[in-house]
């Protein structure tokens, strides 16, 4: 299975279903994560800063097309909700991200991302 580690949160890394969102790969390890619309792809709440392996993700939809439009996105940036790892990723594959900054809970200290 993939890895996905959450670089400014003490590095937290857990293996991941390819069947389902990153949004919910989170929540299943029972990661606070905010997703205020709960993970509709109607904000961008659960927006993460992908820092490595990007490219074995899921190619960017209308939801996501829509916010990078509206420049809420950055090209480095996705929708937690919005994706997942591609079908035929390597076992080994990792993904790399972060919290941005307007998307950290109050309750969790993180580190530098």
Known sequence: MPKITIQNMNAVEFSADTKKSLLQNILDEQIDWLHS???KGKCTTC????KEGGENLTP????????????????????????SFKNKVEQDT????????????????????
């Open 94 to 113: 990792k993904l790399v991200i972060c919290v941005g900054n307007e998307n950290k809970l109050p309750h969790i200290e993180y580190s530098a991302c």
């Open 60 to 83: 960017k939809g209308s939801v996501e097309k829509n916010f990078f439009a509206l420049e809420k996105l950055k090209e480095n940036e996705r929708l937690a909700c919005q994706c």
């Open 37 to 39: 619309c709960g993970g």
């Open 47 to 50: 927006k993460m800063i992908i």
